[in-house]
């Protein structure tokens, strides 16, 4: 016979093994499977893992632990204890306490110290870790990630001696270890997904336009806001030059030192001009960067620009309505000085006529004098409808009415070669006003667009009622959301370039010839709207004629009372009654009392 004694042994080691190797299998199918793998959730993976690897190894303690980020210690993040399923976590262990052990988890694929106590790369863990916690055998496998280990998979042997590591089992802690370096993996997939998903929602979503070109300046993205603000969408800009928004409005120095100051790898900031789709220009607020990969080579710009069109105009309209209101206030300071010198000159002139003989030469030379102070006096006039301390009458009017009796004046005043139309809105209210004032408005455009339209042409003048909404003022300085009119004047003119379109409500700015214009028409438009509560806003192109706008404030329905006084002069009359003249000017006042006394008048000075 034969001992069979043997060949049974190494059968049943043989099934014992084909039964490890089946479990072993199952169980890292059914780990590589589950979502917290897949999901990059470590925590609760490595909870299912440690688990797992006691139960199918029969291994007392589990352990994942992972260096910390200057991968000086090692911290326990999960530990399962197979004989009373409790977890731990949180031990920490300096990697200066052992150093051969912490070399060799760098390059081995396992550390299989079957007699842990004895064994050269864990030893030195006796008295500080294994005796107090009855460790007898250890089977470490290395976690790493892109050749790094990060951590490690601690099987703990407690069995009160050695124990012999089967090499199915290393392959299997081997195995574990790969899946937790996986599960590391995908958390940081997960991570940077998020990650690249909100600052995608932040820069699609965002109101800045934003362009990312490569070196050469080829476009490879542009958000929405970039659509937005320059009318190309994303399939017109892709693989094109930003030169497509070029304006012309600055010059090839201007880009070379923007691209100089990039390609050197520094910021470039600063505000250029910029063309739309649509053709129109906008004023940008620009941030270009140079982008740098790992290498710190650049290899993108990222520009930022924020459309300040609106901004500038507003400032340019406060500042423009600030100037002008000094001016006007200096001006009309100016008039109302002049006013009282003239009035002297046209007052001795008058007394000078009235006295002389009107054969003497003395007397037609007082003529021209007087013609002359009246030129001057018409100048301050108009001068004088710039300062506010006017006294005016002002009261609910029918802006409909005064157009209406302009008519003849008007027609007269444009001339046979102009077409004059007039389309007067219904309904459309009573604003409070001047009917002088207003005609002088009215007036004053339509010279200028007269003017304009030297061969001949057609003016329109509409009014309209007009609700002005939040959207239309948060535009403009200086007008309220409400109802109003609209005076509107459109002239086929010659239009007006934008340069000289920027000045023409200053006091004496004019394009026109020596004693054709005096430049004061539109300043005396302005100040009269201003005077009124009102808006005005002139658009106008070369070639393209002039829209004026006026909007005034409509008046509420319930009928006013009329409000404020005049200055008007009566005809000269004689009379033989006492005057007390009250006058601080002494020229005025000297020259009040000789004319009183002049018309029979019993004069008292104070
Ligand atoms: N309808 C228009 N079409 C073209 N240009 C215009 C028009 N209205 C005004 N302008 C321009 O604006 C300038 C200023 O106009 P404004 O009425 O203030 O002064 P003016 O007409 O030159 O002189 P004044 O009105 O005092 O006789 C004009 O010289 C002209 O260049
Ligand atoms: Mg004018």
Redesign the pocket.
Known sequence: FMDITEHKQFESELRNRESRLRRQAATLTELARCHELLDGNPESFFRKLVQTAAETLGVERVGIWLYTSGKDRIVCHECYHLSTGERSRGAELPVSSNPTYFDELDSARFIDADDALQDARTRDFADTYLKPLGITAMLDAPIRRKGQTVGVLCHEHCGGGPRNWQPDEKAYAASLADLAAMVLEAADRVRAEADRERLARAVTQSHEAMMITDVSGKILYVNPAFERITGYSPRETLGRNPRILKSGEHDAAFYEKMWATLRSGRVWKGRMVNRRKDGTLFHADEVITPIRNEEGEIVNYVAVCRDITRELHLEQQLMQAVKLESVGRMAGGIAHDFNNLLTTILGFAQLIVDMSDPKSPIYNEAREILRAAERGAELTR?LLTLSKSRLTQIRPLDINAVVRNMHQLLRRTLGEDIELVTVLGEDIGSVRANETLLEQVII??A???R???PGGGKLSIETLAVELDERFCAQRIGVRPGRYVRLR?T?T????PPE??A??????????EKG??????????YSIVKQLSGYIE?Q?QPGR??T?DIYLPVVPEEPEAQVEIVESRGALSRGNETVLVVEDEDTVRHLTVRMLRSLGYHVLEA
Do not use: C, W
């Open positions: 108009q004053n455009l010279v200028n667009a003017d304009a339209m004047l002239d003119g010659q239009g007006i000289i379109l000045h023409v409500f200053e006091p004496f700015y004019t394009t026109k054709r214009g005096s430049g004061l028409g539109l300043t005396t438009v002139i106008s004629g002039t004026v």
